[in-house]
T-cell receptor, first 115, second 115 residues
Framework: GAGVSQSPSNKVTEKGKDVELRCDPISGHTALYWYRQSLGQGLEFLIYFQGNSAPDKSGLPSDRFSAERTGGSVSTLTIQRTQQEDSAVYLC?????????????FGPGTRLLVL | AQSVTQLGSHVSVSEGALVLLRCNYSSSVPPYLFWYVQYPNQGLQLLLKYTTGATLVKGINGFEAEFKKSETSFHLTKPSAHMSDAAEYFCAVSEGTGGYQKVTFGIGTKLQVIP
């Protein structure tokens, strides 16, 4: 079946512009995660959605970052007034969202370059 | 708070040699432990995970890892490296509280396999 998809695969933008990154989770997965992978860094947790519950935004690095999830499926991560330090690979993952330990299924990521 | 330390951001082995990627964790409760692999230009995929029970966990592609509580370690091994094993490997820990599985990833270890 279809895995997690992300778009665009690559995005080049100018400093100060806004960008939107999209994630389509696996159908039926109620849990969705966003991570940021910077050069030489591990995966940095950004935000977590579970069903209709309030999202865990504790990982968002600044108020320029926001995310929403419409209809419990597709999610959009928005970065306003981008800075060069925002350049990274943004990964989305989804899981079933049931209690207990679950495997997260990752998308291929969006590579963002801020000039 | 949970954390993960991966020793060695780059590891090189000869084809056919033993692969050993080190991971130590910190957790205030019994942890869930994972190894993920990221092939070039692809998303992360689960190699193996430890939840409870048997401390030696076998995963895909001949990899295995052993949970050693006394050493707070979860090292990844493979008896004989193959060229196709060249990738980046991430160790991760989760305290899995309730239905929310917040996962903390290490910085990753890039494995190079030399012919």
């Amino acid at each position: 079946g279809a895995g997690v998809s992300q778009s665009p695969s690559n995005k080049v933008t100018e400093k100060g512009k806004d960008v939107e990154l999209r994630c389509d989770p696996i159908s039926g997965h109620t849990a969705l995660y966003w991570y940021r992978q910077s050069l030489g860094q591990g995966l940095e947790f950004l935000i977590y959605f579970q069903g209709n519950s309030a999202p865990d935004k504790s990982g968002l690095p600044s108020d320029r970052f926001s995310a929403e999830r419409t209809g419990g499926s597709v999610s959009t991560l928005t970065i306003q007034r981008t800075q060069q330090e925002d350049s990274a690979v943004y990964l989305c993952a989804s899981s079933l969202g049931l209690a207990g330990v679950e495997t997260q299924y990752f998308g291929p990521g969006t590579r963002l370059l801020v000039l | 708070a949970q954390s993960v330390t991966q020793l060695g951001s780059h590891v090189s082995v000869s084809e056919g040699a033993l692969v050993l990627l080190r991971c130590n964790y910190s957790s205030s409760v019994p942890p869930y432990l994972f190894w993920y692999v990221q092939y070039p230009n692809q998303g992360l995929q689960l190699l193996l995970k430890y939840t409870t029970g048997a401390t030696l966990v076998k995963g895909i592609n001949g990899f295995e890892a052993e949970f050693k509580k006394s050493e707070t370690s979860f090292h990844l091994t493979k008896p004989s490296a193959h060229m196709s094993d060249a990738a980046e490997y991430f160790c991760a820990v989760s305290e899995g509280t309730g239905g929310y599985q917040k996962v903390t990833f290490g910085i990753g270890t890039k494995l190079q396999v030399i012919p």
